[in-house]
């Protein structure tokens, strides 16, 4: 027997307090007589206080004793008394439970997170009654599935949800995570028992942690797969009409595997017509990564798949698809009487097609996204982006000021695109005309008395050029190509944009920039063109993405982008401490459940001080007896 919410000396203090104010009431009621008088019509009381008498011993005792019983009885319920031995503090108990993507691989019969869902309910059927306990779902972050929770039916209906995830196992985030919830709680910290395979996807910093009460519930794991772990696809230097194809494979099982790698490109994902881009057959060696090559022509956009065949009990590893872009070609139009000084510069890149043709066959609606006027006035303004080549002073789009000879290159607008690269020194023209630029137009190179090269932002894109280059010193300087690149790429940046496209698995993906990248021009997409966060340290981007999807990054005239399909796997296996518990527990039995008496000590208590009303309350006391000296009275005149 043993009180709750009070101990002995609480109990006795509250008691001896209310007891003596009960006793302090009886003793020191007065008494008041009675005066009986024909009538009170022609009488007055006299000037003479009224005799009061204190009684000197209790009138009632049982009456007093009743009520001490029932307020004591009061006391214990609301102490609440309870009969048997006290029980321990329960405790709360955190359930980690593994949700990684590896827990979707396949035994004979089940997935190992059906096996992770039996171990997860037998630990909660094992824990005392009393105990609470917070399921926690982990993969590469840890998510609380619910609250310290006394509802088993609610843990169970938690644990049966669970699902496993896209990424790896990350044990020290979890257990950082458990440590703060714990030291939060307020409450006694219980066990924290982990259900895993075991497998990490990082190696584990601190194999316990400050969680002296950790338990191993193992999933057992004895699984053969071989899978992709990266897709590397991108354009060939030497040919831009091929795609160099890099693919990154791995043997996750304990015996030696041999694979066949099969590459199958169109126009839809599993569509009938499809064509074959390669295969090889590859054998890999236990817990071995090989690296593979292939090269595949197309100018056409389309799906490129790889797949591992025969397929495993992991089939989520086995093929990977890339949405590769069409290699698009700049149409330039060439409006000149000596094309051969144009012919070289143009020709050096494959992505533009040139059609050349004379001055007398203009058209402001020709052919072609992109114009190129040489030394000649046409009679209407071209429609598309045009490219002016020493335009005559009264022909020009952009006012001529003036008509320099023998002027010296004084600056190039090396801080955008347009001047990127150019750094020709003692550069003198001979000829060349002076421009009148607006304030927003671009001034690319300059001379002492104003820009020779000025660009016209807007629709249409205009480039004017006070002089030409091939008939100038100029010819003869490595600025002269590295210009002409400038104006195209500017003038059509998709059709030069770089491309480098990957399918890789969720989780933290590093990006290592070139060293002229801005970090103000580069920006990060999801595949709804929202923006990503990220974090960019010198040339190294790096950015998290917990699920599935396609993610962009815009690095100056390159594009990386990142299809996150593949599932990450685990990279290492938790070699657990000696001293780690394991199994499902055997807590000690708790002794016989104490029986709450309060309902009825409330009711005897209760009870009590209705009999105590009943028997003495409403009957009036007895009146005083009256005093040998009566009370002085005079008649009223």
Excluded at 87 to 99: F, K, N
Excluded at 289 to 297: I, K
Excluded at 357 to 366: D, E, L, N, T, W
Aim: positive net charge; charged residues 20%; proline residues 8%.
């Amino acid at each position: 027997m043993h009180l709750l919410n009070l101990t002995i000396g609480q109990f006795l203090a509250v008691f001896g307090a209310v007891s003596a104010v009960t006793l302090a009431l009886y003793l020191l009621d007065r008494s008041r007589r009675r005066q009986v008088v024909s009538t009170l019509r022609f009488w007055v009381s006299a000037e003479q206080p009224t005799v009061v008498a204190r009684r000197r011993r209790i009138q009632q005792p049982f009456s007093l004793l009743l009520q001490l019983a029932s307020i004591a009885l009061l006391l214990l319920a609301i102490a609440q008394l309870r009969l048997g031995a006290p029980a321990s503090a329960p405790r709360d108990h955190v359930l980690i439970l593994d949700t990684s993507a590896w827990m979707a691989a396949r035994t004979s019969t089940r997935t190992l997170m059906d096996l992770a869902r039996e171990r997860a309910r037998a630990y909660v059927r094992a824990v005392p009654a009393r105990d609470r306990i917070m399921l926690v779902r982990a993969d590469a972050l840890a998510t609380p599935a619910t609250a310290f929770e006394p509802d088993r039916k609610k843990l169970e209906v938690a644990i049966a949800d669970s699902e496993p995830g896209a990424t790896a196992l990350n044990l020290d985030q979890a257990l950082a995570f458990v440590r703060q919830i714990q030291a939060q709680s307020g409450r006694r910290a219980g066990e924290v028992a982990l259900v895993a395979t075991g497998k990490l996807g990082q190696p584990l910093a601190d194999a316990r942690g400050s969680l002296p009460a950790l338990r191993f519930l193992s999933v057992p794991d004895a699984i053969e797969n071989c899978g992709l772990r990266r897709i590397g696809v991108r354009r060939s230097a030497a040919d831009p009409d091929v795609w160099e194809i890099y693919v990154s494979l791995r043997n996750y099982g304990a015996r030696p595997r041999t694979v066949t790698l099969a590459l199958a490109f169109g126009p839809s994902v599993d569509g009938p017509g499809n064509l074959s881009a390669g295969s090889q057959r590859i054998t890999l060696a236990p817990g071995a990564d090989r690296e593979t090559s292939f090269q595949f022509r197309s100018r056409s956009a389309g799906f490129l798949q790889a797949q591992l065949l025969p397929h495993d009990a992991f089939p989520a590893d086995d093929r990977a698809t890339l949405q590769l872009p069409a290699q698009p070609a700049l149409r330039v139009t060439v409006y000149s009487a000596e094309p051969d000084l144009l012919r070289p510069v143009l020709a050096a890149s494959p992505q533009v097609v040139a059609t050349f043709r004379a001055p007398s066959a203009y058209s402001a609606q020709g052919p072609g996204s992109l114009v190129i006027l040489d030394r000649f006035r046409p009679p209407t303004p071209p429609q598309a982006d045009s490219i002016w080549i020493d335009p005559p002073a009264g022909g020009s789009p952009i006012p001529v000021r003036a008509r320099v000879a023998d002027a010296p290159l004084t600056r190039w607008l090396t801080g955008h695109p347009l001047g990127a690269g150019l750094r020709a020194k003692d550069l003198r023209l001979a000829s060349a005309s002076v421009f009148e630029a607006a304030p927003d137009d671009l001034k690319i190179a300059e001379v002492a008395e104003g820009a020779v090269i000025v660009a016209r932002p807007g629709k249409p894109k205009i480039v004017v050029l006070g002089f030409h280059p091939a008939l100038s010193a100029m010819r003869y300087e490595l600025s002269t190509p590295l210009l002409y690149a400038n104006l195209l790429r500017w003038m059509a940046p998709e059709i030069f944009r770089r491309w480098e496209l990957t399918a890789g698995s969720v989780g933290a993906v590093k990006v290592s920039l070139d060293a002229d990248v801005r970090p103000a021009g580069v920006r990060v997409l999801r595949d709804d063109g929202n923006p990503a966060p990220f974090t960019l340290r010198g040339q190294s981007l790096e950015f998290f993405s917990g699920t599935a999807g396609t993610v962009r990054v815009l690095a100056a005239d390159r594009e990386y982008v990142y299809s996150l399909t593949l599932p990450q796997l685990w990279e290492s296996k938790w070699d657990v401490p000696p001293e780690t518990r394991r199994g499902i527990p055997k807590f000690a039995a708790p002794l016989r459940e104490a029986t709450d008496l309060w309902q009825w000590l409330a009711l005897a208590g209760g009870a009590g001080l209705l009999a105590e009303w009943i028997l003495f309350g409403r009957f009036r006391r007895r009146v005083a007896r009256v005093p040998r000296r009566p009370v002085a009275m005079r008649r009223a005149s």
